[in-house]
């Protein structure tokens, strides 16, 4: 039971106490969700293996030098306990291919998944506690993205980094078995290295933000079991992170409420995406799709595109003219414009290779409209959002739908055939390979399995 008068230096005793007392392991159902998201990772990562920024980070890594005991995905390379956070986590959001949390705002696994690999390849954990600090940490990551309050977004902080540097380090705290103290001393040295800004969405630096914030929640563990100093109550007070970030009076009402009833991971979910570019323009190319999938549309019969939004619900998507596929992946008309030219919206169409002449003759036709009157329906995905896309024809007919839970999204998401075949078509360069790496995951409960998909890297 949460102690009724949390107030001043409370939020951040009770949160790690509550870490602490976590046992997930007893919810098979949890579990079994565990190993679809790191399936789903590992999907991402080995998709994201060739991207010109991983070689860009090895040859700092290389430069730094360091012991090397950590795999890293798709590198057949190792790296240290914090390069190999770093290298994963930017590895994992590389392409804006992994999952996102509709409470978080943003991308759980590929923050908290490298902190736990660096753990995992140091400190002989068992399978079972990896899945298990892999759902703590979406746990404490999705509280604190209640917690925060949707200003903390819309004023450009970047959730993923900002909240996952915490959960990172709180989650490999809860692997090494860390005590209360401890615990409250990690939230501490992460909370004051949170960082992340929108601005960057669209650029390198934004996938880097994963990796920062792993590799920082990380150093947050370490700091803690050398006993540096630092506060015990960095959640907490005027000048804690809630007060600094966000709203303290709304963490109060939200953060602890009803722990682990049920799990973050499962209710709501994550979200495991079918396309590789920002989960707020999935909903518009759901719509797209479905326009061009059962009526005869014609682009160069197209007069205009309207999409119509909730107010704030394109925030994620900051480029409206992209010059490349890269920043075509926080572009909805970009997105809208390929599925309505009959291109496939595939990891090819999202590099950073400039955009073809066809699309970028067709984006000046396509338009952002925004309408509060259009009410939400409740389940909605993420809460009180939806997107329409109107196409007007030359001939003045108009075709409209409307999506408000794309596919992928909890309540319509993907099979673990879906994931299973996401996995295999990112690493059929190896045959065999996908196989051995969804049976060991299926399985993954002992020290012995946990050294198994290590190797598999």
């Known amino acids: 039971m949460i102690d ?19 046992q ?3 919810d098979q159902a949890v579990m079994d969700a565990a190993r679809a998201g790191v399936i789903d990772f590992l999907a991402t990562s080995f998709a994201a293996r060739d991207d010109e920024g991983v070689g860009k980070l090895w040859k700092i890594i290389e430069s730094e030098g360091g012991h090397q005991v950590v795999p890293i995905i798709g590198q057949k390379r190792k790296a240290s306990f914090l390069q190999a956070a770093l290298l994963h986590g930017f590895i994992g959001h590389a392409l804006d291919y992994d999952d996102v949390h509709s409470d978080v705002r943003g991308h759980p696994s590929t923050v908290i998944l490298p902190a736990l690999l660096s753990v995992a390849a140091t400190s002989g954990l068992s399978g079972e506690r990896f899945l298990a600090s892999y759902i703590v940490g979406v746990e404490v990551m999705a ?17 993923t980094a900002t909240l996952g540097t915490i959960a990172a380090g709180v989650a490999a705290s809860y692997a090494e078995g860390h005590s209360i103290e401890q615990i409250k001393k990690v939230i501490g040295f992460a909370a004051t290295q949170a960082s992340g800004l929108r601005v960057q969405f669209g650029t390198e630096t934004k996938p880097l933000h994963a990796g920062i914030a792993a590799q920082a929640g990380l150093l947050a563990v370490s700091l803690a079991e050398v006993n540096f100093g630092g ?31 049920p799990w973050k991971f499962a209710d709501p979910g994550l979200w495991f995406k079918i396309y590789p570019f920002c989960s707020a323009a999935h909903h518009a190319a759901d719509a797209a799709r479905s326009l061009m999938t059962h009526h005869d549309i014609l682009a160069n019969e197209i007069e205009q595109v309207q999409i119509i939004f909730p107010p704030k619900g394109d925030s994620a998507l900051v480029v409206h003219q992209p010059q490349t596929g890269e920043q075509g992946r926080f572009s ?5 414009a390929l599925a309505l030219n009959g291109y496939t919206l595939t990891l090819n169409n999202f590099t950073a290779a400039p955009i073809s002449e066809e699309i970028n003759a067709f984006l000046p036709r396509i338009y952002r409209k925004y309408d509060e009157k259009i009410e939400p329906v409740p389940h909605a995905i993420p809460k009180g959002r939806f997107t329409i896309v109107e196409v007007e024809m030359k001939d ?9 839970r794309p596919r992928g999204a909890p309540g319509n998401t993907l099979s673990q055939e879906d994931i299973h075949q996401k996995l295999e078509a990112t690493v059929a360069f190896e045959q065999g390979r996908a196989s051995e790496l969804i049976k060991v995951v299926s399985k993954l409960k002992s020290e012995e399995d946990m050294k198994q998909l290590l190797t598999l890297l």
Do not use: M
């Open 4 to 22: 009724s008068t949390i107030g001043e230096k409370k939020l951040t005793h009770e949160l790690a106490r509550l870490v602490l007392s976590s």
């Open 24 to 26: 997930p392991e007893k």
């Open 143 to 159: 509280r604190l993205g209640l917690a925060i309050g949707a200003e903390h977004y819309n004023k450009g902080w970047h959730n």
């Open 231 to 261: 506060t015990a109550y960095a959640l907490d007070g005027k000048t804690g992170f809630f007060s600094v970030y966000g709203d303290l009076h709304q963490a109060e009402r939200a953060l602890l409420l009803d722990w682990g009833n």
């Open 332 to 336: 909805v008309e970009y997105v809208v």
């Open 396 to 404: 003045g007919y108009v075709y409209r739908k409307r999506v408000d």
